[in-house]
């Protein structure tokens, strides 16, 4: 079993910056690919970030390219989201995800992440 446990979201102006931390607890005897996704009212969880099992490799969205990074440490067991520049269209509630399978890209479909966190909800102000 994986516990997830998102923090750091909250309001915001347009144009500022959260960092998004998600915890990982339970089984700790490997890494694993993880991701972040969003979901905004009225809309389908999209992808956001990921970063390979291995850590070498990230990817991004088109919508987020150039101003989020992903990035982990693996001491602390935690996943982070540096976000920077934001719109009022990155509003959503926020979700790390944790995907068991060791392949060397990670999904950018949510429903091949294995567990999921609570989410943290976003608001960016215009």
Do not use: H
Request: glycine residues 10%.
């Amino acid at each position: 079993q994986v516990q997830l446990v998102e923090s750091g979201g909250g309001l915001v102006q347009a144009g500022g910056s959260l960092r998004l931390s998600c915890a990982k607890s339970g089984r700790t005897d490997r890494f694993y690919a993880m991701g972040w996704f969003r979901q905004a009212p009225g809309k389908e969880r999209e992808f956001v970030a990921a970063m390979s099992w291995s850590g070498v490799s990230t990817y991004y969205s088109d919508s987020v390219k150039g101003r989020f990074t992903i990035s982990r440490d693996n001491l602390k067991n935690t996943l982070y989201l540096q976000m920077n520049s934001l719109k009022p269209e990155d509003t959503a509630v926020y979700y790390c995800a944790a995907d068991l399978s060791i392949v060397p890209t990670p999904a950018r479909v949510p429903s091949l992440y294995d567990y999921w966190g609570q989410g943290t909800q976003v608001t960016v102000s215009s």
